[in-house]
T-cell receptor, first 114, second 113 residues
Framework: AQTVTQSQPEMSVQEAETVTLSCTYD???????LFWYKQPPSRQMILVIR??????QNATENRFSVNFQKAAKSFSLKISDSQLGDTAMYFC???????????FGTGTSLTVIP | EADIYQTPRYLVIGTGKKITLECSQT?????MYWYQQDPGMELHLIHY???????EKGDLSSESTVSRIRTEHFPLTLESARPSHTSQYLC????????????FGPGTRLLVL
């Protein structure tokens, strides 16, 4: 079975600073997808960034980047130049290409402090 | 934002009532999902569908049922609502050519009195 672990229930960061959210997963698969989703308070869940396991290069989307360590089964999210709008719950998720389901972590609540 | 819609956004209803939560998407996605999420908590998959006339139960046991008669529509029904059903319900859809990325609707917040 696949599991996704987010060991930081809550984090805070000063505006304009950098923060890293951790995520580890457990799988016997060699190829899969990893995702970070953001859920702002009372707002829609949206995709932040995704990574395909067969790609060694870490994905980057503007201020968001990942550190994908396949051997360690680690998939952390780095947010640079944090903004107030980054305040949200962040969920790490895993999916097999031939799979039926996403496996979500328990989430990290991030607060950006002015 | 993704083209996936849920109605109603908020619903307060009495115990024993039958309710249907609507979800529709205009992206032509084959796969659709229903999740249950308590505030600030993780998501639990309750139903999913690979396509028309395909429905499966997820990891979390649920008294709800779903149907998939049309590709774009995936309603969830509770025959008899109970206070334990109070939660947020999120609908999502995905397609394999987008690396299975799931796009979420805005959610329905359900309160059963």
């Amino acid at each position: 079975a696949q599991t996704v672990t987010q060991s930081q229930p809550e984090m805070s960061v000063q505006e304009a600073e950098t923060v890293t959210l951790s995520c580890t997963y457990d799988t016997s698969e060699n190829n899969y997808y990893l995702f970070w989703y953001k859920q702002p308070p009372s707002r829609q869940m949206i995709l932040v960034i995704r990574q395909e396991a067969y790609k060694q290069q870490n994905a980057t989307e503007n201020r968001f980047s990942v550190n994908f360590q396949k051997a360690a089964k680690s998939f952390s999210l780095k947010i640079s130049d944090s903004q107030l709008g980054d305040t949200a719950m962040y969920f790490c998720a895993f999916m097999k290409p031939t799979g039926n389901q996403f496996y979500f972590g328990t989430g990290t609540s991030l607060t950006v402090i002015p | 934002e993704a083209d996936i819609y849920q109605t109603p956004r908020y619903l307060v209803i009495g115990t024993g009532k039958k309710i249907t939560l609507e979800c529709s998407q205009t992206m032509g996605h084959d796969k659709m999902y229903w999740y249950q999420q308590d505030p600030g908590m993780e998501l639990h998959l309750i139903h999913y569908s690979y396509g028309v006339n395909s429905t499966e139960k997820g990891d979390l046991s649920s008294e709800s049922t779903v149907s998939r008669i049309r590709t774009e529509h995936f309603p969830l029904t509770l025959e008899s609502a109970r206070p334990s059903h109070t939660s947020q319900y999120l609908c999502a859809s995905s397609q394999s050519w987008e690396q299975e990325t799931q796009y979420f609707g805005p959610g329905t917040r359900l309160l059963v009195l």
